[in-house]
């Protein structure tokens, strides 16, 4: 490296520093391209019991974790990530197609949005929504 005479190092300016993208970045970004997938019906638990009192959670204000998240847990670390995600799909749709174009459109997001290396996406499917079930979102009581 070579000094200038103000002192500064030869580093172009968007090299001097540190970039650190916090566990929580990674999880929404993943989150939202898992839902992207034709296929995926929802994220997180496959109970309907569970998805109830999470989207509940979701709504009030402070709740643990935003919706977009949900389903969802990331490791970072300096240049690399690994996922896990838990989807229902759909009944009807090829469980292991859903599972790749979620795993290439989650890589592909994380890894143009972040710059950090997916090392692996593990996908948990936990449930399937059956055509004549109902949705479970309740209305939310806010306004």
Known sequence: MTESASGVTGKEPGDRGRTSIA??????????AAR???????????????????????????GQKAQVSRGVKAEVGEVQTALDLEIVVD??????????????????????MTGLEVV??????????????????????LQ
């Open 36 to 62: 992207e997938v034709v296929g995926v019906h929802a994220m997180g638990s496959g109970s309907g019991l569970s998805r109830t009192f999470g989207a509940v959670r979701d709504r009030v204000p402070g």
């Open 91 to 112: 009944y009807g749709v090829s469980i292991r197609d859903v599972a790749r174009a979620v795993r290439e459109n989650v890589i592909a997001a994380v890894e143009r």
């Open 23 to 32: 566990d929580g970045v990674v999880e929404k970004i993943a989150g939202l």
């Open 120 to 141: 692996e996406v593990n996908i948990a499917v936990s449930d399937v929504k059956l055509p004549d079930e109902p949705d479970e979102e309740p209305e939310s009581r």
